[in-house]
């Protein structure tokens, strides 16, 4: 079974903090993909990033930056010097095996002035 | 523009009444899935398709249908909606699958259905 967990409901940073969310993922498989996914106010779903299981690279785009460690099952996404339309709700999710993406419940950032 | 079109965005329906919600892309992908998402379970999916005449269930299909008669189109039908198919519901498609993995899945905008 596959299974995403994001610890973190909901965090609250004043703009130009660094924030960490958390991602934590089981599966059986030894051929997975893990997923980040924006959600703004306006309700639509965001890609952010895509990796698979054999690329533990971390990897920076911007202000963005995923930390993959298999030893730990996570894949925690941070983003430096937050900025307030960095506020949505941010969700891991994981593919494996099946066809689906199976997601975290999701972690509500809330950047203010 | 790359895009999945979800209609219609917003949908106030009763008990019973059949509707449906049509999804369609433009990008020639050949997997598309539905997922509902609801207050602190997330996103799950319904239904997907590999492709044309292809589908199968997801993790909460019961109460819908879909079908994939055109590669670019993939409806889900509510054939007699009950109150617990309130939610915002997501098509989604996606270039391929690679080894049982969607690659990048692009959204619609959603579609908020309440049933009264």
């Known amino acids: 079974a596959q299974k995403v967990t994001q610890a973190q409901t909901e965090i609250s940073v004043v703009e130009k903090e660094d924030v960490t969310l958390d991602c934590v993922y089981e599966t059986r498989d030894t051929t997975y993909y893990l997923f980040w996914y924006k959600q703004p106010p306006s309700g639509e779903l965001v890609f952010l990033i895509r990796r698979n299981s054999f690329d533990e690279q971390n990897e920076i785009s911007g202000r963005y930056s995923w930390n993959f460690q298999k030893s730990t099952s996570s894949f925690n996404f941070t983003i430096t010097a937050s900025q307030v339309v960095d506020s949505a709700v941010y969700f891991c999710a994981l593919s494996g095996s099946g066809y689906a993406l199976n997601f975290g419940k999701g972690t509500s950032l809330l950047v203010t002035p | 523009e790359a895009q999945v079109t979800q209609n219609p965005r917003y949908l106030i329906t009763v008990t019973g009444k059949k509707l449906t919600v049509t999804c369609s892309q433009n990008m020639n992908h050949e997997y598309m899935s539905w997922y509902r998402q609801d207050p602190g379970l997330g996103l799950r999916q319904i239904y997907y398709?590999?492709?044309?005449?292809?589908?199968d269930k997801g993790d909460v299909p019961e109460g819908y249908k879909v079908s994939r008669k055109e590669k670019r189109n993939f409806p889900l039908i509510l054939e007699s909606p009950s109150p617990n198919q309130t939610s915002l519901y997501f098509c989604?498609?996606?270039?391929?699958?690679?080894?049982?993995?969607?690659?990048?899945?692009?959204f619609g905008q959603g579609t908020r259905l309440t049933v009264v």
């Open positions: 989604a498609s996606s270039l391929s699958v690679y080894q049982g993995a969607p690659t990048e899945a692009f």
């Open positions: 398709s590999m492709n044309v005449e292809v589908t």
